[in-house]
Every structure is written in structure tokens, then in C-alpha cells.
């Protein structure tokens, strides 16, 4: 098994985020295990920039930890569009989505649009520039990046509430729901879930300035925390300690 391999042939590993660290522990793993806050890419910001009023833009990524939730995030947009119909949900993928063709072919024409492929940094930056509030909500697994890259940017972002978001949830500047569902989704959310992520999302809407300035702090909170230097300097510190064991 993966857990014999680790322990029979390495002295230590390392993961991203106490998270994983507990998994680890749980599946027997004996090497040490080391947890470090890897860092996130910060995208070229500007800051109280102005934006179109005509719309209100979600964001919503498909990643391996958030596509569980995509049906549930798209099932609240539907609903909630005929309280808010300037609301729009820019969807990035950035995983294979063949399961999800047939709802992407139903829906781009509803106020939802697909985007894939960026490979620079500048692309990313142009897409948050439109985002008025950006929805991560994720399987409990590794330390998430990106609702740090979108609060760094200033951006309102809605997480759920899992311990890979500890560090996040205590830092009091995301607005942190809690959802009955933890896993994979494979049939309808419940109506607990649908109607705390729905009402998150008209409150957020509703209280946008207050919002705005809270997530505003919250980038200038980011300026130092969980920066390269802090993880290879981390790294290095595990390689002294291994070296001298």
C-alpha cells in the first residue's frame, strides 16, 4: 500500500497544510510528517477599482476539491437570478470536464460563462477584474489557494466551513457558511445548504460596501502572510533538521 511504500523508503514528508497531516496520521503513516503553508500566486491588483453597475458577477472555480459543489453553486444561480436578474456566474475550469458538457451547453446561454486555458498571469488578472464575489466551496481536503488569491485581490469571497480553512475562517475576513454536505454530491444539496449558500449570497449582494471594505482589509492582511520566501525558507528548515537527525 501507499502508507508500507512511505514508511518503508522515506525519513519524512512533507504536505500542504495540517489537514493532509491529519489524514496522514490517521492512515499509520510513521516517517515525521511536516506541514507547510504553500504559497499563492498574487495576480497584479488594483484596488478600489470602479465596476460595471449593469451586472453583479460571481465566480465560481472547478477544481479537483470544488467540483462536487458545482451543481449545488449553479442549482442557488438559477434560483437566486430571478431575485437579482443582473446577476451573472463566470465559471473557470481547470480540470477535465466531460461530465460537465451537457450542463455547460444548458446553461451558457442563462447568465453563466465557461472559461479554460488561461496560461498567464495577466489573463487571470483581467478575469477577477470583472468579480464581485468570488465562490469557493470545497471538499475538506489540502490548503486552498484560491480564496486567497481572489481576498488579495480584494475581492468578497464565500467559503465553506472546513478545518483546511482554519486559518482562513479565524482570520475574519471571508464570509464562511456551513454546509450539512462534506463530500461528493452526486445527488441534489439539501435544502439546508441550498438556502444557507443562497442566503449568503443575497447578503453579500445586499451589503456589498460593507463587504467591498471588509474584503479590501483583508487583501492589505494578505500583503504578508504565506508569501515564497516564508515556504522555501520552511523547506529548507525541514532539510537542516532531516541532514542533522
Given at each position: 500500500s501507499w502508507v508500507s511504500a512511505i514508511n518503508s523508503q522515506y525519513r519524512c514528508v512533507v504536505v500542504p497544510g495540517d489537514n493532509i497531516k491529519r489524514i496522514f496520521l490517521a492512515s499509520g503513516i510513521k516517517a515525521p510528517i511536516f506541514s507547510i503553508h504553500p504559497s499563492f500566486y498574487r495576480h497584479k491588483r488594483n484596488l478600489y477599482e470602479d465596476f460595471e453597475e449593469e451586472v453583479f458577477n460571481l465566480s465560481f472555480t472547478i477544481d479537483n476539491s470544488s467540483f462536487s459543489y458545482f451543481k449545488m453553486v449553479l442549482e442557488v444561480f438559477c434560483r437566486i437570478q430571478k431575485q437579482i436578474p443582473e446577476l451573472r456566474l463566470k465559471v473557470y475550469i481547470e480540470m477535465?470536464?466531460?461530465?460537465?458538457?451537457?450542463?455547460?451547453?444548458a446553461n451558457e446561454k442563462?447568465?453563466?460563462?465557461?472559461?479554460r486555458g488561461f496560461t498567464i498571469s495577466s489573463q487571470f488578472s483581467d478575469w477577477y477584474k470583472e468579480i464581485h464575489c468570488n465562490i469557493y466551496i470545497a471538499?475538506?481536503?489540502?490548503?486552498?489557494?484560491?480564496?486567497?488569491?481572489?481576498?488579495?485581490?480584494?475581492i468578497p469571497t464565500l467559503i465553506n466551513n472546513t478545518s483546511s480553512n482554519d486559518d482562513l475562517k479565524k482570520s475574519g475576513y471571508f464570509a464562511v457558511i456551513d454546509l450539512e454536505c462534506k463530500d461528493n454530491l452526486s445527488e441534489s444539496p439539501s435544502d439546508r445548504d441550498f438556502n444557507t449558500i443562497l442566503e449568503a449570497i443575497l447578503d453579500i449582494h445586499s451589503k456589498y460596501s460593507a463587504n467591498y471594505q471588509l474584503a479590501t482589509k483583508g487583501a492589505f492582511w494578505l500583503e504578508d502572510k504565506w508569501l515564497q520566501i516564508d515556504t522555501e525558507q520552511e523547506m529548507l528548515t525541514i532539510l537542516n533538521a532531516m541532514d542533522n537527525s
Open positions: 477535465e470536464v466531460s461530465d460537465f458538457e451537457d450542463i455547460i451547453a442563462n447568465g453563466v460563462n465557461y472559461y471538499n475538506d481536503q489540502a490548503f486552498p489557494f484560491n480564496p486567497l488569491e481572489s481576498l488579495y485581490l480584494g
